[in-house]
């Protein structure tokens, strides 16, 4: 089972960025993905869910400017993200659903 982040990198407040997960192993198109985030010397947030039918959910406070996607022929979710405020910074992770498989993150910084 592997999860690989890329994506992340530095943007300015309101730009945008996109983050992919590749997925392999046992982890694939049926399996649900979720996306976390750690700010730092903050804990761990929840951001994201995509259901293996494609239905999404979203952390509130994020809905409109986050959206999660999932393409099932190239075992790939991808986050995309706009307008980021500083307070977006953190590591991103994608997870299996039940949150035992982990990726190693990738660093999102919002910052001028």
């Known amino acids: 089972v592997q999860l690989v982040e890329s994506g992340g990198g530095l943007v300015q407040p309101g730009g945008s960025l996109s983050l992919s997960c590749s997925l392999s192993?046992?982890?694939?198109?049926?399996?649900?993905i979720k996306w976390a985030r750690q700010a730092p010397g903050k804990g761990l947030e929840w951001v994201s869910t995509?259901?293996?039918?494609?239905?999404?959910h979203y952390q509130g406070s994020l809905q409109g400017r986050f959206t999660v996607s999932r393409d099932n022929t190239k075992n790939m979710v991808s986050l995309q993200m706009v307008k980021l405020k500083p307070e977006d910074t953190a590591v991103y992770y994608c997870?299996?659903?039940?949150?035992?498989?982990w990726g190693k993150g990738t660093l999102v910084t919002v910052s001028s």
């Open positions: 997870t299996s659903g039940d949150m035992e498989y």
């Open positions: 192993g046992a982890i694939g198109i049926t399996s649900d």
């Open positions: 995509i259901y293996r039918d494609g239905t999404t």
